[in-house]
C-alpha cells in the first residue's frame, strides 16, 4: 500500500514560499508515496496551479457549518472549489488556539464526509497524560468524536503526540507501535473499514524510515521538516 506523506506547513507560507517550492519540488516521486501538501488557505488556489496532479492538497481545518455567519472560518465546499481532496481537523494546534469542543471535532468530520474530503484527523496526549499512564483511555475519547459516517469512507488518523510535535522528542518504535495498534482495534471494533494510520512529531530525515516501517503506519505527517524542500524531496523522490 502506497504510504502518506503529508506536509503541513501550517502559517509558514507566503507566495514566493508557495512558487519557490512548486519550482524545487522533485517531479519524480516514488510511485509508492502519496504526497500531500497543506498549504494555509488563502494560497490553496495557487498550490493547486502550481503543483502537479499527483499532488494531493489539503486544507489546515474546516468549519462544522454549511455556510453563513461565520466570519473568519472556511467552508467545506470552499474546500472543494479548491479542488482539496484532504483536510487537516482536530490538529493540537487548532484544538489549543481555537478551543474546539468534540462535538465541533465530530461536526467538521462529517461534514467532509458530506464533500467526500478525506479528513486527516489529529489525535495525540499531552506530556503529563502520557506520564501518569492515562494516554489511551484520551485518544480513545478523541477517536470516539469519528461519527458513522466513516464506516464506509476513507479518514486518515494521525497520532501526534503534542510533546512531540515541533520539539525534537521523539517517541520510540515502540511507543508508536502500541498506539498504531491500539487505533487499528479500535477501528476495527467500530468497522471504520478505510481508517489508515500516520504518526506525526518531530519527524526528520533521519528517523522517518524508521517510523514508515512500523506495523500498521501508513503515513507521516511532518510539520517543521515540511518547510525543507530539498528534506521532502531526500524522502519522497522515486
Ligand atoms: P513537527 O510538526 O514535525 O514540526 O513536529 C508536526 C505537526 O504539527 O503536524
Redesign the pocket.
Known sequence: MKKYIIA?WKMNCSKEFVENYANSITKNINHDINFIIAPSHPYLELARSLFNQNIGIAGQDCSEFENGAYTGQISAKNLLDFNCQYCIIG?SESRKFLKYSDSQITGKLSILAKYDITPIYCIGENLKTREDGRYIEFLESQLKSIPSEFLNKQILIAY?PIW???SGVIPSSEQIQEVADFIKEFSDKNNFANAGICY????STVNYQEILDIQNISGL?????ALKVGDVNSIIEG
Request: net charge negative; no cysteine.
Open positions: 503541513n490538529h501526534e512531540a510535535i515541533g506525526g512529531g518531530s519527524v505527517l511532518i510539520g517543521g521538516m
